[in-house]
T-cell receptor
Framework: EDQVTQSPEALRLQEGESSSLNCSYT??????LFWYRQDPGKGPEFLFT???AGEEKEKERLKATLTKKESFLHITAPKPEDSATYLC?????????????FGEGTQLTVNP | ETGVTQTPRHLVMGMTNKKSLKCEQH?????MYWYKQSAKKPLELMFV???????ENNSVPSRFSPECPNSSHLFLHLHTLQPEDSALYLC????????????????FGPGTRLTVL
């Protein structure tokens, strides 16, 4: 069974204080790993897809990296508007092409 | 309208009521999904429709009944719900490409916050 574990559960940073969120996964062959951002009361917003170990993607202050067992979402010099819950999901090679397995998310708060 | 829209945004219903949630995607995708999101739990996949055909039913109770009349519209019909069904119900869509190596980037709507009294 595919599993996704995100840590920490919650993270509080000061504005400008860089940090990383972790997504550990167990899957029978990874087809893709996805990062989403979710604001309170809203649906998840797609951020990145990572396909293979060693790959990196960047968007503004966010950089996602991937290894064979985990992915990191690095946040450089965060701002209060980066406060949100960040979700990680995996798509396995052997399951149906439509299924994603999600983690519980990391709730990030950036204080001014 | 752009992206994925859902109506209503909020719904309060009694256990004996019948209501429906509506989702529409404006992205030209061929697959649509219903998810349930409860506090402190991962998103739970409920149903998947691919080219209007239901391809997954993730052991969802029969009090939830999906309908997909075309690849742009998805409904979730609700009847005799329980208080534990209170949650955020999310609709998503994606473009599924057959064959190996296809990636399933799903795009979500804003959700319907459902409260069952």
């Amino acid at each position: 069974e595919d599993q996704v574990t995100q840590s920490p559960e919650a993270l509080r940073l000061q504005e400008g204080e860089s940090s990383s969120l972790n997504c550990s996964y167990t899957v029978s062959g990874l087809r893709g790993l996805f990062w989403y951002r979710q604001d309170p009361g809203k649906g998840p917003e797609f951020l990145f897809t990572l396909y293979s170990a060693g790959e990196e993607k960047e968007k503004e202050r966010l950089k996602a990296t991937l290894t064979k067992k985990e992915s990191f979402l690095h946040i450089t010099a965060p701002k209060p508007e980066d406060s949100a819950t960040y979700l990680c999901a995996v798509q396995a090679e052997e399951t149906s092409g439509s299924r994603l397995t999600f983690g519980e998310g990391t709730q990030l708060t950036v204080n001014p | 309208e752009t992206g994925v829209t859902q109506t209503p945004r909020h719904l309060v219903m009694g256990m004996t009521n019948k209501k429906s949630l509506k989702c529409e995607q404006h992205l030209g995708h061929n697959a649509m999904y219903w998810y349930k999101q409860s506090a402190k739990k991962p998103l739970e996949l409920m149903f998947v429709y691919n080219f209007k055909e239901q391809t997954e039913n993730n052991s969802v109770p029969s009090r939830f009944s999906p309908e997909c009349p075309n690849s742009s519209h998805l409904f979730l019909h609700l009847h005799t719900l329980q208080p534990e069904d209170s949650a955020l119900y999310l609709c998503a869509s994606s473009q599924l490409i057959p064959g190996p190596g296809a990636y399933n980037e799903q795009f979500f709507g804003p959700g319907t916050r459902l409260t069952v009294l």
